[in-house]
């Protein structure tokens, strides 16, 4: 029972440090299962993943109504981001956990690197005759009660880059939403609120597609799952409403580096191979 009760309050602490960062509880979720608690990576991952589609979900909804959210082109990504969760969920029951500690341990790295990064706000106008056009993959979004319109571009390798975040999400438990907001910012040219938010919406989707495959393995352990999502749940609560009161800007630099040595301190365990 006091396990449980550690693992909810680590939830808890995981969903608070996801959602100030914007990086979601899996970051935190998978090295506090597996190093803290010794849990075996696959079952860390399924748990991670059902987290992700609670914390996705409630937010989602927000922005869908307040008109941020491009559903046409999220529905269309989501294409590339399934295929991928799937082939990543099936590739992670066939690799090593230290294989799977290290390849997460790196991408966590690219992941702090993105999230640090300035983000250039994009406002494409639509050209005619063009892909873009042809998919309907443009719409509006409000600034400061002004309705903007926007179009994406480079479709085909933003499409590509989603296929790669979907896999990553598949095969680590994460959220992977700084590898979508990769594709749909710097490669697609969407406006900075579109492409967060729409990302937002996608995840909770790509979650749920690798999610029955571990399901269906065995790797979801409702003694675990319980604990993780509602402790994440909460956490991400508290931390959108400290988000408003608070100083972003130090607050991801801080984080940064406590994410960058928990994932150092990944990477020696699966080279060690500590992972089970």
Same mark, same amino acid.
């Given at each position: 029972?006091?396990?449980? *009760?550690?693992?909810?309050?680590?939830? *808890?602490?995981?969903?608070?440090?996801?959602?100030?960062?914007?990086?979601?509880?899996?970051?935190?979720?998978?090295?506090?299962? =597996?190093?803290?608690?010794?849990?075996?990576?696959?079952?860390?991952?399924?748990?991670?993943? *059902?987290?992700?589609?609670? =914390?996705?979900?409630?937010?989602?909804?927000?922005?869908?109504?307040?008109?941020?959210?491009?559903?046409?082109?999220?529905?269309?990504?989501?294409?590339?981001?399934?295929?991928?969760?799937?082939?990543?969920?099936?590739?992670?029951?066939?690799?090593?956990?230290?294989?799977?500690?290290?390849?997460?341990?790196?991408?966590?790295?690219?992941?702090?690197?993105?999230?640090?990064?300035?983000?250039?706000?994009?406002?494409?106008?639509?050209?005619?005759?063009?892909?873009?056009?042809?998919?309907?993959?443009?719409?509006?979004?409000?600034? #400061?009660?002004?309705?903007?319109?926007? &179009?994406?571009?480079?479709?085909?390798?933003?499409?590509?880059?989603?296929?790669?975040?979907?896999?990553? &999400?598949?095969?680590?438990?994460?959220?992977?939403?700084?590898? #979508?907001?990769?594709?749909?910012?710097?490669?697609?040219?969407?406006?900075? #609120? /579109? &492409? =967060? =938010?729409?990302?937002?919406?996608?995840?909770?989707?790509?979650?749920?597609?690798?999610?029955?495959?571990?399901?269906?393995?065995?790797?979801?352990?409702?003694?675990?799952?319980?604990?993780?999502?509602?402790?994440?749940?909460?956490?991400?609560?508290?931390?959108?409403?400290?988000?408003? /009161?608070?100083?972003?800007?130090?607050?991801?630099?801080?984080?940064? *580096? /406590?994410?960058?040595?928990?994932?150092?301190?990944?990477?020696?365990?699966?080279?060690?191979?500590?992972?089970?």
């Amino acid at each position: 029972m006091s396990e449980i *009760i550690i693992l909810f309050l680590g939830a *808890i602490s995981a969903g608070l440090l996801g959602s100030l960062t914007g990086l979601g509880g899996g970051v935190i979720i998978i090295p506090l299962l =597996t190093l803290g608690f010794g849990v075996p990576m696959h079952y860390a991952i399924g748990a991670s993943l *059902i987290s992700v589609i609670g =914390t996705s979900s409630g937010a989602a909804v927000a922005f869908v109504k307040e008109g941020f959210t491009n559903m046409r082109i999220g529905m269309f990504l989501e294409i590339a981001t399934t295929a991928g969760a799937i082939a990543g969920a099936l590739v992670s029951g066939m690799l090593n956990p230290n294989t799977i500690g290290i390849i997460f341990a790196s991408i966590l790295l690219l992941t702090v690197i993105l999230n640090l990064k300035g983000k250039p706000d994009h406002q494409e106008p639509l050209v005619k005759g063009s892909l873009e056009e042809k998919l309907k993959l443009y719409g509006t979004f409000p600034d #400061k009660g002004v309705l903007k319109n926007y &179009s994406a571009r480079n479709t085909v390798p933003g499409f590509l880059m989603m296929m790669f975040a979907g896999a990553m &999400s598949g095969l680590l438990g994460i959220g992977s939403g700084a590898l #979508k907001v990769l594709a749909m910012d710097n490669m697609m040219k969407l406006p900075f #609120k /579109v &492409s =967060t =938010t729409t990302s937002n919406f996608m995840i909770g989707v790509t979650a749920v597609a690798s999610a029955l495959i571990y399901f269906q393995r065995g790797e979801i352990i409702p003694v675990i799952v319980a604990p993780v999502l509602i402790g994440v749940v909460i956490g991400s609560f508290i931390g959108s409403k400290t988000l408003m /009161v608070s100083k972003t800007k130090k607050l991801k630099v801080f984080f940064a *580096i /406590v994410i960058t040595i928990l994932s150092i301190y990944m990477m020696y365990n699966g080279i060690n191979k500590s992972f089970r």
